[in-house]
């Protein structure tokens, strides 16, 4: 018999410690040179898609007149390290070099 993941699509989000949700939003102003006033989020979301982890991390940046940019990596805030948020960074450059002309969802996933 074949089990088959359950994921609460009422789940409540949850926010990482903010230890980690501060090494990461370093990371992503440091890396897109964001002043301290745009805003980033760091929330941890159960992931609902199939074959993806259980729970994702979804990073939001706020900033005057642009479109909210979000990236979401595969794993816990907890797990993520700087060349993921590298990584993501560099994959977002790459959609936006596109022109898609909507607002960026960038997904790294990691296995």
């Not at 990236?71 to 596109?98: F, H, K, S, W, Y």
Request: proline share 6%; charged share 25%; aromatic share 4%.
């Amino acid at each position: 018999m074949k089990l088959v993941k359950f994921v609460n699509p009422f789940a409540p989000r949850r926010a990482p410690s903010s230890l980690n949700a501060d090494r990461i939003k370093q990371w992503i102003r440091n890396g897109l040179d964001l002043k301290e006033e745009v805003t980033i989020t760091v929330t941890e979301v159960r992931c609902r898609e199939s074959g993806c982890p259980d729970l994702e991390t979804v990073i939001s940046i706020f900033e005057v007149e642009r479109p909210i940019r979000s990236l979401r990596v595969g794993t816990a805030a907890a797990m993520i390290g700087e060349p993921d948020i590298v990584l993501a960074l560099q994959i977002e450059q790459r959609l936006c070099n596109q022109k898609t002309g909507s607002p960026q969802k960038v997904n790294v996933k990691q296995h």
